[in-house]
């Protein structure tokens, strides 16, 4: 979470940005580098958290809007 809050708050107005121009601590942006690598961040293991809540939200019986997000990151090495 500490790393998705220093994004946010460290991203240019288009969002964009290298992650040491970003994050200006070398030590934090160390850690997130490190985060990156571990082979249990995954696309679907961060989303899990937000797939499950929607998925009990949508238990209960009513109207709801689903709007898709279609933005894209690319990662590379």
Request: aromatic share 6%; glycine share 10%; hydrophobic share 45%.
């Amino acid at each position: 979470m500490q790393v998705a809050a220093a994004i946010l708050a460290g991203s240019c107005c288009d969002g964009g940005g290298t992650l040491t121009s970003i994050i200006a601590d070398p030590h934090q942006a160390k850690a997130a580098y490190r985060l990156f690598d571990c082979p249990a961040v995954t696309h679907d293991a961060v989303l899990a958290g937000h797939v499950g809540w929607v998925d009990r939200q949508l238990a209960e019986p009513g109207t709801y809007l689903l709007i898709e997000d279609t933005t894209t990151a690319a990662f590379h090495s």
